[in-house]
């Protein structure tokens, strides 16, 4: 198996953990054991449980990114489309990815070291949707990536009301739809 394949065999095999076990059943060993390799080859691969976990966060923020990306391209022609695809991109990534992307970035928090990653990932995001939606409503440049964050946020929260079941998939990508056409629309004006 090529070095890239055995990788994502890792990293599925990971994910299945945390799925089925939660993060703090995740290590390097319990991953190389249920992949059928030695130690040293998810050693290898990672180093560290937080270099699995931080292979993980970006395994999960780049399926998000590129989903995201996908969407846009194939049919954002409106400030309403695009900000309905980046609130739909958002709730369904998570949904999909289910409570793993929280357990995985909770486990990477309360390790010294990796705290930036979450906050990063975040900012990737932000910056993501000023560029999806200054194509039609030009922001203030003071004001646009603070009032992103501020909707990834929102997004953040009202995915977490959906995978505990609390909200359904319909409301959340309406709210998180209205509050960033809401703010989008009254930076816009202002």
Excluded at 73 to 90: D, F, H, K, N, P
Excluded at 110 to 127: F, K, M, Q, V
Excluded at 147 to 164: I, K, N, P, Q, S
Aim: with cysteine; glycine share 8%.
């Amino acid at each position: 198996m090529s070095r890239e394949k055995r990788r994502l065999q890792l990293l599925d095999t990971a994910m299945m953990i945390v799925r089925t076990e939660g993060a703090d059943a995740l290590t390097l060993a319990r991953v190389a054991e249920e992949a059928g390799v030695t130690k040293p080859i998810a050693y290898e691969h990672f180093e560290t449980r937080a270099g699995l976990l931080t292979a993980l966060y970006r395994r999960i923020d780049d399926q998000q990114t590129e989903a995201v990306n996908t969407a846009l391209r194939a049919r954002a022609r409106s400030l309403e489309e695009t900000v309905r695809i980046l609130a739909e991109a958002y709730i369904d990534c998570v949904l999909h990815i289910g409570k793993e992307f929280g357990a995985v970035t909770a486990a990477l928090s309360s390790i010294a070291g990796t705290e930036e990653l979450p906050r990063e990932g975040r900012e990737r995001y932000a910056g993501l949707y000023l560029r999806a939606v200054e194509r039609f409503v030009p922001l203030p440049a003071s004001e646009g990536m603070a009032l992103m964050l501020g909707v990834v946020g929102a997004a953040e929260a009202l995915a977490r009301e959906v995978t505990t079941g609390r909200l359904s998939r319909a409301e959340a990508v309406h709210a998180a739809d209205r509050i960033m056409l809401g703010a989008v629309n009254a930076a816009g004006d202002g």
